[in-house]
T-cell receptor, first 111, second 114 residues
Framework: QKEVEQNSGPLSVPEGAIASLNCTYS??????FFWYRQYSGKSPELIMF????GDKEDGRFTAQLNKASQYVSLLIRDSQPSDSATYLC???????????FGGGTRVLVKP | EPEVTQTPSHQVTQMGQEVILRCVPISNHLYFYWYRQILGQKVEFLVS????????KSEIFDDQFSVERPDGSNFTLKIRSTKLEDSAMYFC????????????FGSGTQLSVL
């Protein structure tokens, strides 16, 4: 079974620090990768996606992709208490196809 | 800002009953999806719909499930005979075009099967 794996956490970080989240995937056919944020009882909200090896930055967030290692990461800089949520990694094989989600990493940012 | 709307937000039903979950995707989107999330578990893909037909479905999406786009705006998920294990949050989602792009999720329908 093709899986996306994440450490469930919680990952506790002090306010202002960098939170580092990791994700691995087993299907080498996966092409695009997505990071979603999900607050408790709410729907997932897209933070960013990445499909090329290397880094992609968007504001306080940086996604990193290494297809050879089948590894995706998300860095959150200057973490705020409002960043406390579950972060979902998802993989997609081709445009329009399903997303396969990991179980999520719970992040707690402490003031 | 355009959004995916889902109704109802909560649905309680008895085991064996039929339920219909309703969604209005964003108007210019072409791809439509249903996902579900059992409490404390992963978001799981159920089905994708494009050009008025199912393009992909998961093992979960068995004969008890069906989808319809009856009128060009609504997108529905029907569960014919609900089971206890169907209790979950059901998310409708839509996206536009091709290439890596954002999947917009609705706020979900919490289905409780008693």
């Amino acid at each position: 079974q093709k899986e996306v794996e994440q450490n469930s956490g919680p990952l506790s970080v002090p306010e202002g620090a960098i939170a580092s989240l990791n994700c691995t995937y087993s299907d080498r056919g996966s092409q695009s990768f997505f990071w979603y944020r999900q607050y408790s009882g709410k729907s997932p909200e897209l933070i960013m996606f990445i499909y090329s090896n290397g880094d992609k930055e968007d504001g306080r967030f940086t996604a990193q992709l290494n297809k050879a290692s089948q590894y995706v990461s998300l860095l959150i800089r200057d973490s705020q208490p409002s960043d406390s949520a579950t972060y979902l990694c998802a993989a997609e094989k081709a445009a329009g196809n399903k997303l396969t989600f990991g179980g999520g990493t719970r992040v707690l940012v402490k003031p | 800002e355009p959004e995916v709307t889902q109704t109802p937000s909560h649905q309680v039903t008895q085991m064996g009953q039929e339920v219909i979950l309703r969604c209005v995707p964003i108007s210019n989107h072409l791809y439509f999806y249903w996902y579900r999330q059992i409490l404390g578990q992963k978001v799981e893909f159920l089905v994708s719909f494009y050009n008025n037909e199912i393009s992909e479905k998961s093992e979960i999406f068995d004969d008890q499930f069906s989808v319809e786009r009856p009128d060009g705006s609504n997108f529905t998920l029907k569960i014919r005979s609900t089971k206890l294990e169907d209790s979950a949050m059901y998310f409708c989602a839509s996206s536009e075009g091709t290439g890596p792009r954002e999947l917009f999720f609705g706020s979900g329908t919490q289905l409780s099967v008693l």
